[in-house]
């Protein structure tokens, strides 16, 4: 894709690339809410039917406003093609359902979004694809986990909730080594703080439910990557399955990006002033968070990633009982398991995100019975810390 605005900035491209004007010279992008677009022939209606000519055709796979987030976004992640979805999961089931067969083996981190787990584990295991967990940080266990038959590296770094760092370089180079793809859930990091295919991941995979809608509004997600897999393979999925993202869900991510350089920007600033803060507190026994020094990945953190992200985990010392009185005693942060907004959320991961997990993979992933799970706001971050003082004071 060539475009005038290659060359520019990130914040540059994330407000401007991807918007052709129409005849109505609108300055903000058009929502196109139309199932199907018409021809001027038939001739013409077979051209781009049979892919001769370029151009709408039904919304199940070609809406001009869906089609100005894929470009955008690809732009932001350094890919060629990008494939926006109804939801994160329904990416990564592209994924998938495009570029695995029956037989395939997948090795991924353990440290995954949970509903990602239960689809490897549930569902394409019923189709012949299994899947093998690994430490996100141990590169010794995933060497050892690859089979002749594993086709895929599935990761998501920093790790939710315990913010760990996957060294992308060096699974980059074992992927290539094994003839595997390396694909990279950035859901946390978003492009503005974190750009996977740089690092040489092969496919980037998003929930835009999170970050880069920003203020919990809609469902969806993207898939990026090289025009063969992703622009012709992912693709031809979407246009058959349907599972397509709506043009108005379109537009309100693409609002959505035109703020993502400067919200990661400050959610991260916030972020870092809550962690320091939550290590000086006496009722803490640890807090996770990359941008942290006593973090031990905070030298990769600051080589993949231009700023730490929002999301902090830390652990109480009166382990669930307090967890749930601090999270009870709080006025104002939601008690939610959305992350990414402009409103702080906290969750207790043991029994909502990671509940569904049996007690050895919680283990296994870390996620003990104190530990909290914080999304920092856009919110004054002294305001944050005073309703966290607020659940710290009610802990007896
Ligand atoms: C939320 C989330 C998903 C799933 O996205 P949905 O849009 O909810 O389907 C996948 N990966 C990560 C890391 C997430 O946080």
Sequence with gaps: MTDKYDNKGFATKAVRVGHKRTAESEQSEPIFPTSSFVFESAEQAAARFGGDEPGNIYSRFTNPTVRTFEQRLAALEGGESCVATSSGMSAILSTMMALLSAGDHIVSSMSIFGTTRVLFDKYLSKFGVSTSYVKLIDLDDWKAAITPETKMLFLETPSNPMNEIADLEALSELAKANDCLLVVDNCFCTPALQRPLEFGADIVVHSATKYIDGQGRCIGGAVVGDAKRVGEDVYG??????????????????????????????????????????????????????????????????????????????????????????????????????????????????????GRLTEEARAAAGITDGMLRLSIGLESVDDIKADLARGFAAIK
């Design 237 to 354: 999925f979407l246009r058959t399955a349907g599972p397509t993202m709506s043009p108005f869900n379109a537009w309100t991510f693409l609002k959505g990006l035109e703020t993502l350089d400067l919200r990661m920007k400050a959610h991260s600033a916030s972020a870092l002033e809550v962690a320091s803060w939550l290590e000086s507190q006496p009722l803490v026994s640890h807090v996770f968070y990359s941008g942290l020094p006593s973090h031990p990945q905070h030298e990769l953190a600051k080589k993949q990633q231009s700023a730490f992200g929002g999301i902090i985990a830390f652990e109480i010392k009166g382990g669930k009982k307090d967890a749930w009185s601090l999270i009870n005693a709080l006025e104002w942060l939601s008690i939610t398991a959305n992350l990414g907004d402009s409103k702080t959320t906290i969750t207790h991961p043991a029994t909502t995100t990671h």
